[in-house]
């Protein structure tokens, strides 16, 4: 019996560009002025980012590092950067580039402003306060002036000397030359006594305050969460308080499946889907209401989503999935859907979140799914399902035809690593069966399995199969699952259910 492991998908996820994955926020992001900042090495960790959730964390430790403050929120060069941007774009613009990308833009960001400058277009000037290389404009205007002399000289000069030489840069005063190619085109000339290349390379490592810091000790990406414990319909409402005072746990045709998963950043979330099979009156496309609650032991509510939402296709079945933060406690959760002022299906169950350390090893809940893609678009840090750029879309109903892939699913977090920084994992599948005709059994022996990376991450690696279905009889199946981590001596086991339909 052939078996496709995980590691054939997430190789057609490679294809996928890393611009391709980040939203709209990071995409450009590389590309713009930050990019006259960024080192060598940067540049290349900056090509692996797949996410917005690494995106996001890479652009706060990049501006951390150069913070002159890191003990405080505030970070005066990324404000003096965006004035040296701001100021740039105003006046080196040519009539094909922004000022802030230009040859002159660039050597402003990097240096600021000179203390003398002379040619057609020179004139520059400033009044400006150091900020550890950086200097932030005092005036509305930034503090500089250009003037646009009537000479019609095509080359510009601009000293670097006494208090505006940035510190960081070793050689003594010096002089850097433009000339003018095009119009209003300036390029940074090579001089016998000035290697720019070399000063600029010197200016990027200079502004580095704290090339150590691994972690940026404030945040200014992360939107704050507000918790709504209300509904805004209140139709919805009401519908939930008889659901919930019914005692009913099931309204309707949907599955409900969740687990406890970890972002990369340490936070506890959780999953949710509502799975429903075809002709059970929902179908893929149908616009529906999503809609959630989260109450703690005394029944208290603490968290209410209410999110207007698309049933998404999955062979001829449909579902919606959702992902929320949730800190470790025990609560219970309602989940349903609604459309045109009623409730189409929902359901009750208790939800157990334990504390997990982010930084130890540890697994994800097994998934079986019938649907596992790489995703041709930017996903988030807590996006449903998804992993590495990976989604894995759980069977609901746990009921499968007796043809295609069941695919069994497990996240890898920390596993141990040999010597040469790879994990080394062993797993072993039992399959047992109850048909009408007889008892069924498989196995997969314990042997080496592949824990391939997950992309765009460092420390998840998945574990996973496509088993073929054509070869099972229809009945009443149980698989088993162990992992063996065989570097950390740790062994996980799962057990799930499922169903091939006649």
């Not at 704290?210 to 209300?230: D, G, Q």
Request: aromatic residues 8%; proline residues 7%; charged residues 25%.
């Amino acid at each position: 019996m052939r078996a496709t492991p995980i590691c054939a998908v997430l190789a057609m996820a490679v294809a996928v560009s890393a611009a391709a994955q980040l939203g709209p926020k990071y995409a450009d992001w590389g590309d713009g002025p930050a990019q006259h900042l960024l080192t060598k090495e940067e540049k290349k960790q900056w090509k692996t980012i797949h996410s917005d959730a690494d995106a996001a964390a890479f652009v706060e430790l990049f501006w951390a590092k150069r913070d002159p403050t890191p003990e405080t929120p505030r970070n005066e060069f990324r404000e003096a950067f965006d004035a040296r941007v701001k100021f740039s774009d105003d006046n080196f613009a040519s009539h094909r580039v922004r000022g802030a990308m230009t040859d002159r833009g660039k050597v402003f960001i990097l240096l600021g402003p000179p203390e003398q400058a002379s040619g057609r277009a020179g004139g520059i000037s400033a009044s400006s306060i150091g900020l550890s290389g950086m200097q932030v404009p005092t005036d509305a205007s930034g503090g500089i002036s250009v003037a646009r002399p009537t000479s019609e000289e095509s080359r510009q000069l601009w000293t670097y000397a006494h208090d505006k030489k940035p510190k960081f840069i070793r050689q003594a005063d010096f002089v850097l030359a433009f000339l003018e190619v095009g119009r209003d085109d300036w390029q940074l000339a090579r001089t016998e006594r000035t290697n720019p290349d070399a000063i600029l390379i010197e200016a990027v490592n200079g502004l580095i305050v704290s090339p150590n810091l691994t972690k940026a000790p404030f945040s200014s990406t992360a939107p704050e969460r507000i918790h709504s414990k209300a509904f805004k319909d209140l139709f919805l409402d009401t519908a939930y308080k008889e659901l919930k005072s019914g005692g009913k746990p099931a309204l309707g045709p949907a599955e409900l499946t969740w687990g406890e998963f970890v972002s990369s950043t340490g936070e506890p979330f959780v999953s949710a889907q509502l799975y429903v099979p075809a002709g059970a009156g929902i179908a893929p496309g149908q616009k529906v209401t999503f809609f959630g609650v989260v109450e703690n032991e005394t029944g208290e509510i603490l968290e209410v989503h209410e999110e207007a939402t698309t049933m998404t296709a999955t062979g001829s079945d449909a579902y919606v999935d959702k992902a929320f933060p949730l800190a470790p406690g025990s609560y219970t959760g309602t989940f349903g859907l609604a459309a045109d002022g009623k409730v189409l299906t929902a359901r009750r169950t208790a939800l157990k979140i334990d504390a997990v350390d982010a930084a130890s090893s540890g697994i994800s809940p097994l998934i079986l799914s019938e649907n596992v893609k790489p995703l041709d678009t930017a996903w988030g840090d807590m996006d449903p399902f998804t992993f590495g750029g990976l989604k894995v879309v759980p069977k609901g109903d746990a009921q499968f035809a007796p043809k295609g892939d069941l695919w069994y699913f497990l996240e890898m977090r920390n596993p141990g690593v040999t010597p040469e920084g790879a994990p080394k994992v062993r797993v072993q599948v039992d399959i047992s069966g109850k048909t009408p005709k007889g008892p069924v059994t498989m196995n997969f022996p314990l042997s080496d399995t592949e824990a391939a990376k997950l992309k765009g991450t460092k420390d998840r690696y998945a574990v996973g199969q496509a088993i073929p279905l054509e070869s099972f009889v229809p009945g009443e199946y149980k698989m088993k699952v162990k992992v063996v981590d065989t570097v950390s001596g740790k062994t996980y086991d799962f057990e799930r259910e499922f169903r091939v339909r006649g």
